[in-house]
């Protein structure tokens, strides 16, 4: 099952935060996810390597799994991760993510995911 928001068409991705503080809530529905089209995989560069990405959608958590394997992200308290891309889409080309943001990945997009020491 895949669950959406007030009937869009793009299902809400794991870890996607919904704001149900609103005077009115968002309504939230469930489909069956075998009838959703399956998006094209998507070639992006992170950290230098060429991966493909399984859906052009991808979120900070996602990248952080492509250049660090096995990071579990709620243990990296110790560690600041930062996520940068350029080569994106035309209305902000570069930039950063956050933790919970996400972007479009477009065919030969560039990303540094960076993990540096708190001090």
Known sequence: MALHLN???T????????DLTTPWP?????????SMPES????????GR???????????????GLAFP????ATASSRALTV??????????????LSQEGITARRGEVFNV???TKS
Request: proline share 11%; charged share 25%.
């Open 26 to 34: 968002p309504q939230i529905e469930t489909r069956d996810a075998s």
């Open 50 to 64: 060429t991966v493909l990405l399984k859906q052009p959608d991808v979120t900070f958590e996602d990248l952080v």
């Open 114 to 116: 960076s993990a540096t």
């Open 84 to 97: 940068t891309y350029r080569r994106g889409p035309p209305e902000k080309s570069e930039g950063s993510l």
């Open 70 to 73: 096995g990071t579990d992200l």
């Open 7 to 9: 009937g869009g068409d």
């Open 40 to 47: 094209a995989p998507v070639p992006a560069v992170i950290n």
């Open 11 to 18: 299902p809400l991705r794991l870890g996607s935060v919904v």
